[in-house]
């Protein structure tokens, strides 16, 4: 069975950092590309950055470019999201998702709440 | 970037009720689109992707089609544990893989 679990989330201070991970199981995560989801409390859901299997590529929204840094480590099965000079406007739940054949999203994880607040 | 609209942005229906949801991308996308249904604390859930390949393990009453700029997805006879919201999201070429505003499907 697939598994996404998220961790790392919490209350921060604006201009603080945080670092998010996903602990994948149940699939040989080496061989699939991962991304980053978020949603804004009450909003929709926003990609925020994708890296594929080997690390070779790597994406991120404008939102987030020079700021956050996604990462993996295929040995320990996981993904990480580094969120430095984080704002008011990066509050919300993230998601790591498993990207597809035709990169879609099919395995979630159940997300891990960010909040950026004084 | 590719932006995408989905219409409506809220439905009401019924039990048994068919339903189309309809989305649009701002240039063509092939058939790289995918659809989500999120329920209300919970993550998302792949329904379609790939416009019309329906995901392993979801209700033949969903399907998709389209292909280019127009997509639509139908729910043939709605359940009630299919009232939530549903996300189109294109996966074309290199990111940003931009998805849908939503639409809210609630029971009439």
């Known amino acids: 069975e697939v598994q996404l679990v998220e961790s790392g989330g919490g209350l921060v201070k604006p201009g603080g950092s945080l670092r998010l991970s996903c602990a994948a199981s149940?699939?040989?995560?080496?061989?699939?590309?991962m991304n980053w989801v978020r949603q804004a409390p009450g909003k929709g859901l926003e990609w925020v950055s994708s890296i594929s299997s080997s690390s070779s590529y790597i994406y991120y929204a404008d939102s987030v470019k020079g700021r956050f840094t996604i990462s993996r480590d295929n040995a320990k099965n996981s993904l990480y999201l580094q969120m430095n000079s984080l704002r008011a406007e990066d509050t919300a739940v993230y998601y790591c998702?498993?990207?597809?054949?035709?990169?879609?999203?099919?395995?979630w994880g159940q997300g891990t709440l960010v909040t950026v607040s004084s | 970037d590719i932006q995408m609209t989905q219409s409506p942005s809220s439905l009401s229906a019924s039990v048994g009720d068919r339903v189309t949801i309809t989305c649009r991308a701002s240039?063509?996308?092939?058939?790289?689109l995918n659809w989500y249904q999120q329920k209300p604390g919970k993550a998302p859930k792949l329904l379609i992707y790939a416009a019309s390949s329906l995901q392993s393990g979801v209700p033949s009453r969903f399907s998709g089609s389209g292909s280019g700029t127009d997509f639509t997805l139908t729910i043939s006879s709605l359940q009630p544990e299919d009232f939530a919201t549903y996300y189109c999201q294109q996966s074309y070429s290199t990111p940003p893989f931009t998805f849908g505003q939503g639409t809210r499907l609630e029971i009439k």
């Open positions: 149940g699939f040989t995560f080496s061989s699939y590309s």
């Open positions: 240039q063509s996308i092939s058939s790289y």
């Open positions: 998702a498993r990207g597809g054949r035709w990169l879609q999203l099919d395995y």
